[in-house]
């Protein structure tokens, strides 16, 4: 066993896997592009009270899984890894006045995340997560579109048969009663409550109804359900988000159970998951309505929306469907040599061609050309440019290793020549 090792949890990502998440990454920012959001960067770490403020103090994200950074001296701030994208890209709306942009405000983020999470299929300590959020419409079109967005790059991405869960969990005018009713009735079973969930009764009843233990799935099924307490106003806003699904053909399902315990969450939220697998721990992703979060972290009351796509997952669900991911662009053409000692040639017509743009590898150890052609083929190079004794005349020889043809072609005209190979892949 080697004597160091990847942090547990973490992983190293190695160029076929890689590949894979480039590409999903690319799709994400294309998609985003196309949708009209403006891409940002964020810091991977902030100050611990944004994600306390941004994320709730006793969600399990801060209790167990946010990756604190120790401070250097008692006087310095409390840092922390983020663990998700909206706390910071909410933070950065109200840091640089974006509420006097013309609004909505959207905006995307690809990119690490970091929880202290116990490792396991599926969830690693740093993973990679594509994030929209919309700030300044209070919708109901334009939650509809965040979650076709969404949809959207699952279908592009290959996922097979991807549906979405849709609940409504109400707004401030009515949310209160349901708490209420939810626990009331909660409290007359606090005997079956584990542990857990029993200080959640008290802290933030809401969440018990996203409970993952499986002692609590009787009583979850039996519990007042949200969408019987809903006001007139959020009824009106959830037929909305469900009329404009189905205008855009987006499958979804509504799931009465699905929430988000925290105040300032509401109306629209959503999930995720390959039919099929929809146990609690097989979302790929998710999102909702938070229009209290802005006011929450320093801003004026600003309605948003946004979601966060696990990129992991969806190469996970790929391999699982036995797609593929994505895949290492193979060289063009790989330099090669007659001359085996003659290192000198072969680099200097690569870094030409190199120059010109090209995807290009040379071949730099010395060895007879039967074996350089044979790494050419096998990583897949559409051709190999030989250098022998036609060099002195300024020629090389372009071989098509796919046809298997080949020909003298100026050294003058060669980028040109594999460059117009490049764009139409015709042979020869």
């Known amino acids: 066993m080697p004597p160091y090792r990847a ?76 663990p998700e994208a909206t706390a910071g890209v909410v933070r950065a709306y109200v840091q640089h006045g974006m509420q006097t942009w013309p609004q909505p405000v959207k905006l995307t983020v690809v990119g690490p995340m970091f929880r202290y999470d116990r490792p396991q299929a599926g969830r690693y300590r740093q993973f990679w997560q594509w994030d929209v959020e919309v700030m300044g419409d209070p919708g109901p079109g334009v939650d509809a579109e965040v979650i076709e967005l969404g949809w959207r790059f699952y279908l592009e991405a290959g996922v097979p048969e991807v549906q979405v869960l849709v609940n409504s969990i109400g707004d401030s005018a009515c949310r209160p009663a349901y708490l209420a009713t939810l626990k009331a009735y909660f409290a007359r079973h606090e005997a079956e409550l584990p542990e857990l969930e029993r200080r959640r009764l008290e802290m933030n009843p809401l969440r018990l109804l996203d409970s993952k233990d499986p002692a609590m799935a009787v009583l979850i099924a039996a519990a007042p359900m949200i969408s019987e307490c809903l006001c007139e106003a959020c009824e009106a806003h959830f037929a909305s988000v469900r009329a404009h699904l189905d205008a855009v053909g987006v499958p979804y399902r509504i799931e009465p159970t699905l929430v988000r315990g925290l105040d300032y969450y509401a109306r629209t939220a959503f999930e995720y998951y390959r ?122 020889q372009l071989k098509d290793l796919e046809a298997g043809t080949q020909r003298l072609v100026p050294l003058a005209d060669l980028a040109r020549e594999l460059a117009r190979a490049a764009k139409s892949h015709h042979h020869g």
Do not use: C
């Open 275 to 396: 039919r099929g697998a929809e146990g609690q721990q097989q979302a790929l992703g998710g999102g909702g309505r938070y229009d209290g979060l802005i006011e929450l972290l320093g801003g004026r009351p600003t309605p948003g929306i946004g979601f966060a796509l696990g990129l992991d997952r969806v190469l996970l669900a790929l391999e699982e469907a036995g797609a593929e991911a994505g895949r290492e662009a193979p060289p063009l053409a790989l330099v090669a040599g007659a001359d085996p000692a003659d290192t000198v040639s072969r680099l200097r017509v690569a870094s030409l061609l190199r120059a010109e743009g090209l995807s290009v590898r040379a071949e730099l150890a010395h060895r007879k050309l039967g074996r350089q052609l044979e790494t050419a083929s096998k990583e897949h190079a559409h051709f190999a440019v030989i250098i022998g004794d036609e060099l002195a005349e300024g020629n090389v």
């Open 7 to 82: 942090p547990r949890g973490t992983r190293d990502l190695l160029p076929e896997t890689r590949a894979g998440l480039s590409r999903l990454e690319g799709l994400a920012r294309s998609l985003a592009a196309r949708y009209g959001y403006r891409e940002m960067e964020i810091p991977l770490f902030e100050q611990t009270a944004v994600f306390e403020r941004g994320i709730g103090e006793t969600t399990d994200v801060i209790e167990k899984e946010l990756f604190r950074l120790a401070p250097r001296s008692e006087d310095s701030e409390a840092w922390a890894l983020r």
